[in-house]
């Protein structure tokens, strides 16, 4: 009898245990820090970096780094390789994305431009945004089946853009929200456009190709000062805090499940965290204060 | 005849020294004298119990002055449940309040004012007060002249600063304002969206007590110029006020897009307002309104910089390219005041990296102006915690 219960205590904790595994592979945001990319091509430190882009084909980090006007690519390991100034011309680089081309979509704050490079071609060309005359303050961007997605920070709209027709020509915003605030970052995931509401209380997810959109309210942790998101491979929603210095971490339903990072000037800690990216199996955190950038892995 | 003369009699022995024939506090009133306790309007509700002084009070021994059960505030929060839950939970607190001293405001057995206050709300309020007693105006606020400071105000617990009996300032004035017609015509048929917008809630020198710096339409009184264009967004302000564009047009801005339709009016009034700048209130109240830990960091530091309150004074309202908007990096903006140690201190600059983190070291390395429990405002202490940070071989 005695002998029968506990192999019926040990089948109990295989099964357990085997539960406990499947429960943290799905909320499986247990990321490490791994290390930091902090210092340009000639080995001196990185001055303020806004931004990153992340091209997994070919395994490059681009880093905007605003203050010294220039871009900064870099290996996966986080080695720098080359940086890119056009020529002295670009000035304030806050983001930039690539396009399938291989062409640069870069946001030049200082002068407000939404700038295409066309780094084969040789091409470097500006546009300042208006639609229907108001000036457009280009914050972010997102590319998705030939077209630009810019959120504007006037706004706090997201403004589509044909990248031939140069002019924005539609908007994306919540059809029925209350008490809307206008968005702070957007990103494409899943082949859906993701956007966090300024306050971070909710993110709204668009599906452009049936047209339907879906709210996801974030519950349970008070955010401040959200700047930036992203989602994991399991649907977790991670919102970046630059006022608490911290990551907090939602289940895919919008429950606040934890929260991670620690205000700090040593490796993994931030002071002014810019902008948060999941690609793959790391996570990128761009702190503009400590002038790096941590990467954090599984 | 004679028994309701004597009842009579009776109830009005009972009623004009009830407290005598209620309260079974004999054998300390035989020592401490009855008549300071007792002999006021107004009665601490203990006293008037069957254990009488000893709710509050050991009779032989205790830790505590005063032979006290508890300490001061922990024997108030045991019958004043309400005022424990909000002292835990609200971020606004009256000083007093949160500094525990109770005794500061209240006395503790009886007094001539309501809620057993130490004097006269007026008088209590000013004495600390005293900046609103000073340049006085011309057209006073009624509560404000009759010293009924309570009638908008909590003495405990508030929804910002200003700690207003409402969270809604509107539903707070229509307490008493009446919206009626003369508010309709004065308002010009408009609800009224944010009376503190205007109006200065104490004094003022103009009618209304309508505050003293005017949009310039408005002074004009040419409404239409705003009011008739179809284009409410930030544009609108935006197409007189050109030169503040150029102002947004840096890695950080207060370009705040979505929260209004002219996002603009987040922060300014478009009507009149204190400052020439028209903002809707102090940034004091208006900045912390949004960033709250500012507001929470000050809260619970011992050492803050001394124009803390007033933050444009180094954040810049509208953008900047350095972190937190301020106006500098971290040596130039403080250097402004602080020259002697903008020329001389411990190595800054360019060439001086922290280790850390290998960014120039500037003033901000070591001190946090917004506060900390360090003196000097030290982000650790002076003694050598701090310095060890990179001075690793001391």
């Known amino acids: 009898m005695c002998r029968m219960s506990q192999k019926l205590l040990i089948i109990l904790t295989i099964f357990l245990s085997c539960f406990a595994i499947k429960i943290e592979d799905v909320f499986s945001y247990k990321f490490h820090y791994q290390f930091s990319i902090l210092k340009d091509t000639y080995d001196n430190y990185l001055s303020q970096p806004f931004s990153i882009f992340v091209d997994n084909q070919i395994e490059r980090i681009y880093v905007c780094d605003a203050a010294e006007n220039r871009l900064i690519s870099y290996d996966f390991t986080g080695t720098p390789l080359k940086e890119f100034d056009a020529a002295g011309q670009l000035k304030g680089p806050i983001f930039m994305i690539k396009d399938p081309s291989g062409c640069l979509w870069i946001i030049e704050r200082s002068i407000n431009s939404l700038t295409f490079v066309d780094l084969k071609a040789k091409k470097f060309q500006r546009r300042f945004l208006k639609y229907k005359n108001h000036i457009l303050l280009p914050a972010k961007l997102a590319y998705w089946k030939d077209y630009l997605f810019l959120l504007d920070q006037m706004s706090g709209l997201i403004y589509v853009i044909d990248k031939n027709l140069i002019t924005p020509n539609k908007i994306i915003k919540p059809k029925k929200l209350k008490d809307f605030k206008g968005f702070i970052d957007i990103k494409f995931r899943k082949n859906k456009l993701w956007a966090l509401e300024n306050g971070g209380k909710r993110l709204i997810v668009f599906d452009l190709n049936k047209k339907t959109e879906q709210i996801f309210n974030l519950k349970g942790a008070n955010t401040v000062l959200p700047v930036s998101f992203d989602i994991d491979n399991h649907n977790n929603i991670y919102l970046l805090d630059r006022d608490l210095k911290k990551i907090l971490v939602f289940s895919p339903e919008g429950i606040f499940r934890k929260s991670f990072l620690k205000e700090g000037f040593r490796m993994g800690q931030v002071l002014y965290p810019s902008y948060l990216l999941i690609s793959g199996s790391r996570l990128y955190v761009v702190d503009e204060g400590n002038g790096r950038i941590d990467v954090w892995g599984f | ?394």
Not at chain 2, 286 to 304: F, G, M, P, R, T
Not at chain 2, 342 to 351: A, E, L, V
């Open chain 2, 1 to 394: 005849m004679r028994v309701f003369l004597l009842i009579f009699l009776f109830s009005l022995f009972y009623y004009t020294s009830p407290v005598i024939s209620k309260v079974d506090n004999k054998t300390c009133f035989q020592c401490h004298k009855s008549k300071i306790y007792l002999d006021k309007k107004y009665i601490h509700k203990p006293i008037l119990t069957k254990k009488g002084c000893l709710e509050c009070h050991f009779p032989h021994a205790s830790k505590n002055e005063k032979l006290l059960k508890e300490s001061n505030i922990k024997l108030c929060f045991s019958c004043h449940k309400k005022l424990e839950n909000d002292f835990k939970k609200r971020l606004f607190l009256h000083e007093p309040y949160k500094e525990k001293a109770c005794l500061r405001c209240h006395v503790s057995h009886s007094s001539n004012y309501k809620y057993l206050l130490k004097d006269d709300v007026y008088d209590l309020c000013f004495s600390c007060h005293k900046n609103l007693l000073v340049n006085r105006k011309k057209f006073l606020h009624k509560p404000y002249k009759e010293g009924k400071c309570l009638s908008c105000h909590n003495p405990h617990i508030g929804y910002d600063v200003r700690l207003l009996n409402e969270v809604s300032i509107n539903s707070l004035c229509f307490s008493c304002h009446k919206e009626d017609k003369k508010f309709l015509n004065a308002h010009l048929g408009r609800d009224a969206t944010n009376c503190l917008e205007c109006h200065d809630p104490h004094m003022s020198n103009n009618k209304f007590i309508l505050k003293d710096f005017e949009h310039k339409p408005f002074a004009e009184q040419k409404c239409n110029l705003c009011h008739s264009q179809k284009d409410k967004s930030t544009a609108l302000c935006l197409k007189c006020h050109q030169d503040i564009t150029d102002t947004f047009y840096y890695f950080h801005n207060h370009s705040l897009g979505g929260y209004q339709e002219n996002s603009c009016l987040v922060c300014h009034s478009p009507h009149v307002g204190n400052t020439k700048i028209l903002l809707k209130s102090s940034p004091k109240i208006l900045c912390i309104s949004c960033h709250s830990l500012a507001y929470k960091q000050k809260e619970n530091s011992l050492y803050v910089h001394p124009k803390r309150d007033n933050c444009i004074e180094c954040h810049s309202g509208h953008g900047s390219n350095n972190p937190s908007m301020l106006k500098g990096d971290g040596n130039q903006v403080c250097s402004r005041c602080h020259k002697t140690q903008g020329k001389f201190s411990h190595p800054i600059g360019n060439k001086v990296l922290d280790p850390r983190n290998g960014k120039p070291i500037t003033c901000i390395t070591c001190h946090e102006p917004m506060g900390t429990n360090f003196k000097y405002e030290l982000k650790l202490s002076g003694e050598a915690t701090l310095c060890v940070e990179c001075h690793k071989n001391y």
